[in-house]
């Protein structure tokens, strides 16, 4: 009975440790609504949870100061010793299960039988971990049966691999900088060379920069005070250009601007021309071959070296009629504007016209408005009896209508 008990013990001890002591037992805090302090209250409180919730979170992620269920539950149990009326948590049943031993005996049942529960004890230490650790590392490099100054290969390739990158990163910022540094001595020479040609006493390329500002000023002062030496090194920098025998140059900003595809047409019949005049002869294969020389060290550049007449004229021509179709659409767009224009001016004219014909209206109505007079509809067009004896005895009536009316 006593193993029975012990086994049941140990395995509600596990079920419990599943779970997280927060959940279990909740925690000490004070429930407060901060919405309900004062304004230096709630400041106040807002830091005090929020050292806490610091504290709480490094106490939960060290291990040495980690406690468990188990551990909360025994805490507990000790803090109220003399709580047994049964509503308190019971270490009886951890106590009793570290007391005995488990056998399972061959009268219980296969369910008894095959419980084994692997329990965690107390929480490990930091350094119980890293033991832990280096322990399972070792056993798996037994096991695969790996060289035991494998490690120490790969860590020393590790450390020269970390140095040959930071050489590798200083070298190329040194070749950054000497880079700048290159095109700021170019550029201050260019400067400096319409301003050698001056011979006038108080001319000079500190006269001729006074204009340009006080950095371009600073610049040539700097490089006056540098010698000769700049100058020379100067002369050492070149930057993607060949030089071949015949003086040519060949790269990005070697030269002039390039020539136009039918310039370079003209100029590829006619080089063509002159080969098949001088083939079959010595003078004919070495100009060849130079030829070749020069296209081979322009393309090795990485200039475009266009010198197939039958691919120039298709470039011609494809140029041509993509330019029609663009003089095309050009025109089409003009004419578009110009309809379009035509019509705002006309909607346009046609808005001023029915503007003044409102405007003559509304006078028109004004003025008729003034010409009416009290009693009578309508504008006044003449009298109702045209002669003089409608007007006399229209006089007579209203008399005797006065004399009545007396």
């Known amino acids: 009975m006593v193993p029975d008990l012990a086994e049941h013990a140990r395995f509600f001890d596990h079920l419990v440790e599943l779970v997280p002591a927060k959940f279990y037992y909740g925690d000490d805090y004070e429930r407060v609504m901060p919405r309900h302090l004062a304004k230096a209250a709630r400041a106040a409180f807002k830091a005090d949870v929020k050292f806490k919730a610091k504290i709480a979170k490094r106490e939960k992620l060290d291990p040495t100061t980690a406690a468990t269920t188990l551990e909360v539950q025994r ?35 296969a369910a008894a039988k095959g419980l084994n529960l692997q329990l965690s004890g107390a929480a490990l230490s ?56 290159a095109g700021a001595k170019r550029k201050n020479s260019a400067a400096e060379e319409p301003a050698t040609g001056s011979d006038t006493p108080g001319g000079g390329k500190h006269a001729k920069l006074q204009g340009q500002g006080p950095q371009l000023a600073k610049k040539v002062r700097r490089e006056d005070h540098g010698g000769a030496s700049s100058g020379e090194e100067q002369l050492d920098f ?46 004919g294969k070495a100009k060849t071959q130079q030829e070749a020389w020069k296209t081979a060290m322009a393309r090795a550049a990485g200039e475009k070296v266009l010198d197939d007449p039958k691919l120039l004229r298709r470039s011609l021509k494809r140029e041509s009629k993509r330019r029609a179709q663009h003089s095309k659409a050009w025109q089409e767009r003009v004419a578009t504007q110009q309809d379009s224009q035509a019509a705002r001016q006309a909607k346009r004219n046609e808005n001023l016209a029915a503007r003044r014909q409102t405007k003559m209206d509304n006078k028109k109505a004004k003025r008729e408005k003034k010409l009416l007079r009290p009693g009578f509809e309508g504008r006044k067009e003449g009298f109702i009896t045209t002669g003089g004896s409608g007007r006399g005895g229209g006089g007579g009536g209203g008399g005797s209508g006065g004399g009545g009316a007396k």
Not at 97 to 105: E, F, K, L
Not at 128 to 134: G, T
Not at 139 to 154: I, S, V
Not at 263 to 282: R, W
């Open 126 to 181: 930091r350094q119980q971990l890293l033991d832990r650790l280096h322990k399972k590392v070792e056993e798996a490099r037994q096991r695969r049966k790996a060289p035991e100054n494998t490690a120490a290969k790969a860590r020393e390739w590790r450390q020269n691999t970390l140095r040959g990158n930071v050489a590798a990163k200083q070298q190329q910022q040194q070749q950054q900088q000497q880079q700048m540094l």
């Open 75 to 109: 805490r507990k149990a000790q803090a109220n010793p003399d709580d047994g009326d049964g509503k308190g948590p019971s270490p009886s049943g951890r106590k009793n299960a570290d007391a005995v031993a488990v056998q399972p005996s061959e009268d219980q049942p």
């Open 238 to 283: 070149k930057f993607a250009r060949i030089e071949v025998e015949d003086g040519g140059r060949y790269g990005k900003h070697a030269g002039a601007r390039k020539p136009s595809k039918h310039v370079l047409l003209k100029q590829v019949e006619a080089k063509k021309a002159e080969m098949e005049a001088l083939e079959g002869t010595e003078e």
